[in-house]
């Protein structure tokens, strides 16, 4: 149950935030997505999923349905709030200033 | 959080509660889907079922911890873990069933005291008069004079022009206390009247049970309408609720008057710090004041009045029609008005009731209160700490099983709150016991103090706010440890381990010392208290206390003129000057330190020439021949009155130092002339200066003269005598029986009792501050003892080794007394230094002390000292008593 140390802190609910708003899915196809997405390299673990999930839930930056899959199942779907969506765009404007930034001063050469 | 975010989240945190159930059956099932899509996806990738399982399991770690932590995440669930919080709370509590008993016990002190104390501030200060409507439009009425640091009362003409013409004003009214012999049979006692203009209990909106109110016009005329409403206690207790009592007769300062009204149970009249017990109406003024008839003279004051304002108008709105007037006034009547304006006074800064004087008692009180409180506090604090090393383990394990900081806080300050309800709950019932308390403490047959507490809507809000505020304190104590606690070392560690123990220690020092200090503010404010109280009492008044005896005769009711009366008073003088035993008598109009006003009258002196909006005015008594000498009031030059100073003898006055001070500079003034009520008087004696309203006075002008020169027909007679109350009582009551049959004795005390009685709010305030300070200087030592005894009890170990190594119990002993004494030595000095600072703030309280008086700084040390052994001793016997094989092998 390791924690996502490497994860910037709110990195992970951006994350879900920007899987969630390409398509509602449940838990297990985000926790899958995100180790495509990312190719295992920030290693989420479920551990820390399934709370995270819950915590956006409860701020109202998404929202959850119970719906049946297509092998008629129940599954509990997540969608984007249009209070997520706000939220969303706000973070990953404020990400892409932060890491050109940090990538800037990362690809500097010594002189 | 944003609003918009509610719209979201509140409907989830409602369902958390309310379905708890169901909410965590979802999130099983989500978890559940999780898991088996794992599994899926491990047998497609070709492992057996059994692995499949394993492996999914292992890969998403503890599921207990993840549901946890969602739940967690949700945050809904706060009320439900409250409810939780409480159940296991109680048991908690009910475990420890001592610790609970004592930490209730301390705040049920703690909040109690300050429960009582603002139930008294609201029923005596905020809400004075039970059943009067509508009092928070209601404002007392004085006049401020050019000069003059104090407020003084009206005229009657004064007041009637006021009501005329105050157009903003609802009603007005009068209620001026007096005192009034009550005659039953031959016996008489001294009881407490109101003399009312006849508007006052329409004015009031208090209505008779039985019979009436006054009627308009019976506040005309002199003497001209003896009725009386009594109280509700005087007619259950003195009548036995006589059904018919309306139309009998009760003799008051022994004049018939009928009574027409019975009053409301729970009305106490319109005076903080009194229980009226009848009314009359100002027509009756003579019988009851002293100076003679006033209703038609504007220089006499003695009207103490109020005002009702209309709805919606503003105090500065009427205080400014309200000066028009009296500007008016000054402009109108220069002779007796000049330099006098009208103000208006919240009811709780009456100038003119016990209001003035209780304010800053109470204030004192709300102070020394807050340091009780602060003191349980500490001790509940201190308890806690123990407790929270005891539950460390139990922490520990929450912690380790998934609990968050934030959860074992919350469970911590519902364990505060549980202890604060309580303590609050006790509090209150403490202080409903204690409301009537003030005003059962000095016990005065006929003259005691009426202070009732009240229990609002406030005062319980007060109260609330306090238990809060405790929960706060007494939740956060035992929290700030959890944040040292290490998970591992605490499972690991069996017992006594030295976790957090320095951290710990220090904080209960800090604590004890805090205590120490706060307790010994509290008894050197309380002492000094006591010292002023002393110097109140023993003061010198500038008469003799204990040798002289008061009362009067009833002529003014027997229907004797004034020149009956003249003969009168001669006869008596003679008859009484010849009995064994007594040295002198002496009629004088007002006895010193009563409720009756004196007389007073515009001055002008040759030498003195008033500032422009000046008019000089000066209280005086009409006395008899030999009153100074009777009374032991010094004769510094001159000569006392005799009985040739008549009303056909030249007109004389003996002034005091203080006046010949303002008036003469200091230069000798006898045979200069002295202006009074426009008749010019020759000054022919200086006499000390004494008291003459209240004990705690500074001197002030005052001047005295001759009886037959500004007659009242009910004067009260001083008796200076070498026996004792009794046999002097026969003694008169024979010689004036002999005179006339008809006639009849005022109650007779001796002036030591008026001095008593003139003191008594002061006497009250210093009982209920000892009494605190006593309580605080409990609490801490009980705390002190806490901490040595818990002290020893940790550190067995080294006292066994001590006693090993060759220290004999009496070592031991000293050990531990001395850290006892060091820990108090720190809170002494901490509260010397506040102290010093505080004190100073109860300056206007201190009569004659210094506020920081050295004696009573020593002998609040001492008695520190004293209790800190005291507390310390029990904790040193028992480390005394350490068996040092039995540690060492344990």
């Not at chain 2, 207990?64 to 409810?83: K, V, W, Y």
């Not at chain 2, 009045?305 to 000066?323: F, N, T």
């Not at chain 2, 005022?746 to 009982?767: C, F, G, K, N, W």
């Amino acid at each position: 149950m390791s924690k996502p140390s490497d994860l910037v802190q709110g990195t992970l609910d951006m994350l879900i935030l920007k899987i969630v708003a390409l398509e509602p899915m449940n838990g297990w196809a985000i926790s899958r997505r995100l180790q495509q997405i990312s190719s295992d390299v920030l290693g989420v673990s479920d551990g820390s999923l399934y709370p995270a999930l819950h915590k956006l839930e409860h701020r109202g930056w998404i929202r959850a349905q119970w719906k049946s899959s297509e092998n008629n199942r129940r599954a509990k779907l997540y969608s984007l709030t249009p209070l997520g969506r706000k939220h969303l765009e706000k973070e990953t404007a404020n990400w892409n200033r932060v890491s050109t930034a940090i990538s800037g001063i990362v690809q500097l050469k010594e002189a | 959080m944003q609003i918009e975010q509610w719209f979201y989240s509140l409907p989830l945190r409602l369902r958390s509660f309310f379905h708890p159930n169901q909410m965590d059956q979802e999130l099983k099932e989500e978890l559940r889907e999780h898991l088996e899509e794992q599994i899926r996806e491990n047998v497609a990738r070709g492992m057996s079922q059994e692995q499949a399982r394993r492996s999914a399991l292992l890969a998403m770690g503890g599921i207990t911890q993840i549901e946890q932590r969602c739940r967690d995440a949700r945050g809904g669930s706060l009320l439900r873990n409250f409810t939780q919080d409480l159940r296991y709370g109680f048991r908690q509590l009910g475990r420890n069933k001592g610790f609970s008993a004592l930490a209730i016990l301390c705040l049920t002190l703690g909040i109690g005291a300050n429960a009582a104390v603002f139930s008294w501030v609201e029923g005596i200060l905020f809400r004075p008069y039970p059943l009067v409507e509508h009092q928070e439009r209601l404002f007392a009425v004085a006049a401020t004079v050019q000069g003059e640091s104090s407020p003084d009362v009206l005229s009657w003409p004064d007041f009637l022009d006021l009501r005329r013409n105050c157009t903003l004003c609802e009603d007005s009214f009068v209620s001026t206390i007096r005192g009034s012999t009550l005659n039953i049979g031959d016996h008489a006692e001294v009881t407490t009247g109101s003399i009312v203009s006849a508007n006052y209990f329409d004015a009031i909106g208090v209505h008779p049970i039985l019979g009436r109110g006054f009627e308009a016009g019976e506040d005309v005329g002199n003497d001209a309408h003896p009725v009386v409403v009594i109280s509700y206690p005087m007619w259950r207790n003195r009548f036995k609720g006589d059904a018919q009592i309306i139309g009998k007769t009760q003799r008051l300062n022994n004049v018939p008057h009928t009574i027409i009204g019975v009053a409301p149970e729970g009305f106490y009249g319109t005076f903080v710090g009194r229980a009226i017990q009848f009314w009359v109406p100002v027509s009756m003024e003579e019988t009851f004041d002293k100076g003679g008839y006033k209703l038609e003279d504007r220089g006499a004051r003695w009207i103490e009045s109020y005002v009702r304002l209309k709805p919606g108008v503003s105090r500065a709105q009427a205080q400014q029609q309200i000066s028009a007037i009296a500007t008016q006034l000054q402009k109108d009547y220069p002779a007796t008005n000049r330099g006098r304006s009208i103000g208006l006074w919240a009811l709780w800064q009456t100038p003119f009731n016990h209001a003035g004087e209780l304010l800053p008692i109470l204030e004192v009180m709300v102070a020394v209160v807050a340091f009780v409180l602060l003191i349980a506090c500490a001790n509940v604090g201190n308890l806690l700490l123990v407790r929270s090393f005891v539950r460390r383990q139990e922490m520990s394990v929450r912690l380790a099983i998934g609990a968050s900081r934030g959860r074992l806080l919350q469970q911590l300050l519902t364990e505060g709150l549980i202890l604060a309800v309580s303590g609050t709950a006790g509090g209150f019932l403490m202080a409903y016991c204690c409301r009537q308390l003030l005003t059962v403490l000095p016990v005065r047959k006929g003259d005691a103090l009426y202070l009732p507490g009240a229990i609002d809507g406030r005062v319980m809000a007060m109260g609330a706010g306090i238990c809060l505020l405790v929960a706060l304190i007494t939740g956060l104590v035992p929290a700030m440890q959890t944040n040292h606690l290490d998970v591992a070392g605490a499972l690991k560690a069996e017992s006594g381990g030295v976790v957090g123990i320095r951290s710990r220690r220090w904080i209960r020092s800090g604590l004890v010392i805090f205590q120490v200090c706060l307790s010994f503010i509290l008894l050197v404010g309380a002492a000094l208290l006591l010292e002023s109280l002393q110097k109140v009492r023993s003061t010198n008044p500038g008469f003799s206390t204990t040798s002289v005896a008061v009362t009067g005769v009833s002529v003014v009711a027997a229907g004797y003129d004034v020149p009956r009366a003249k003969t009168f008073q001669n006869e008596l003088i003679d008859r009484l000057s010849g009995l064994p035993g007594i040295e002198s008598a002496a009629f004088a109009a007002v006895t010193p330190l009563g409720y009756a006003g004196y007389s007073s009258s515009p001055i002008a002196v040759d030498s003195y020439q008033p500032a422009p909006d000046e008019q000089p005015e000066v209280e005086y008594n009409q006395v008899g021949p030999g009153y100074l000498a009777t009374m032991g009031i010094p004769l510094l030059s001159g000569r006392e009155f005799a009985r040739s100073d008549d009303e056909n003898a030249a007109l004389v006055a003996i002034v005091n130092r203080a006046m010949v001070m303002r008036y003469w500079r200091g230069q000798d003034p006898i045979g200069h002339r002295l202006q009074v009520k426009g008749r010019w008087l020759r000054v022919v004696g200086v006499a000390a200066d004494s008291k003459y309203e209240s004990m705690s006075e500074t001197s002030k002008p005052f001047f005295y003269v001759p009886l037959r020169q500004d007659f009242v027909r009910n004067p009260d007679l001083n008796i200076r005598t070498t026996q004792s109350l009794q046999s002097t009582l026969a003694a008169v009551l024979g010689e004036v029986h002999a005179l006339d049959q008809n006639l009849a004795l005022y109650e007779m005390i001796t002036l030591q009792e008026q001095v008593d009685r003139a003191t008594s709010p002061q006497l009250v305030a210093v009982t209920l501050v000892s009494t605190l300070g006593g309580l605080a200087l409990l609490l801490a030592a009980v705390g002190l003892y806490g901490v040595m005894s818990y002290a020893v009890a940790q550190s067995t170990r080294e006292l066994g080794l001590r006693m090993a190594l060759g220290a004999d119990a009496a070592n031991l002993r000293r050990l531990v007394i001395s850290r006892g004494l060091r820990l108090t030595a720190g809170g002494i000095l901490f509260g010397v230094v506040a102290a010093l600072a505080l004190t100073r703030l109860m300056g206007q309280l201190l009569y004659k002390v210094s506020p920081h008086d050295p004696v009573v700084f020593g002998l609040a040390l001492a008695v520190m000292t004293a209790t800190a052994m005291v507390a310390c001793l029990l904790p040193a016997w028992r480390a005394s008593r350490t068996d040092p094989a039995r540690v060492l092998r344990d």
